[in-house]
């Protein structure tokens, strides 16, 4: 199963693009990233350490949310639902999305490797690893 992240209470779909709010006896709330309120909340998400991993201090190597690292559990490419793949023009990137992606094997993060953001969490890969 996968879980989107969430940010000030909306789910975070990078696949639509769009943040969303859900809440029992209220309107759903439905705000693109290319309008002025999204782009002021993706601006939100890119400070929240719980939703970007960093990149170490005068390296290329990522840091999870989770503490692993390249030298440690390691980040291997995927699709956007976590399935690893071969990183080919055929399997890599997918349909979807004009990146790549890579998932932690420590936590199950998707991670948008342009970006950095936790595009969604894999809790079937966690599972697997048994974690």
């Known amino acids: ?35 002025e309120e999204g782009r002021r909340l993706l601006d939100g998400v890119g400070q929240d350490q719980q939703l970007v991993i960093r990149e170490e201090a005068g390296t ?5 949310v989770c503490g692993n690292r390249p030298d440690a559990d390691g980040f291997f490419p995927c699709d956007p639902s976590g399935e690893r793949v071969e990183p080919t023009p055929g399997a890599w990137p ?13 936590c199950g993060r998707i991670i948008d490797a342009d970006t950095l953001a936790v595009v969604s969490l894999d809790t079937d890969a966690r599972e697997r690893a048994g974690r």
């Open 1 to 35: 199963m996968r879980i989107l992240p969430t940010f000030k209470g909306y789910t975070i779909d990078y696949r639509l693009r769009e943040f969303r709010r859900a809440v029992f006896g209220e309107q759903l709330v439905f705000i693109p990233f290319a309008t």
């Open 60 to 64: 290329d190597d990522w840091v999870c």
């Open 94 to 106: 997918s349909p979807f999305w004009p990146r790549p992606f890579y998932i932690c094997d420590r």
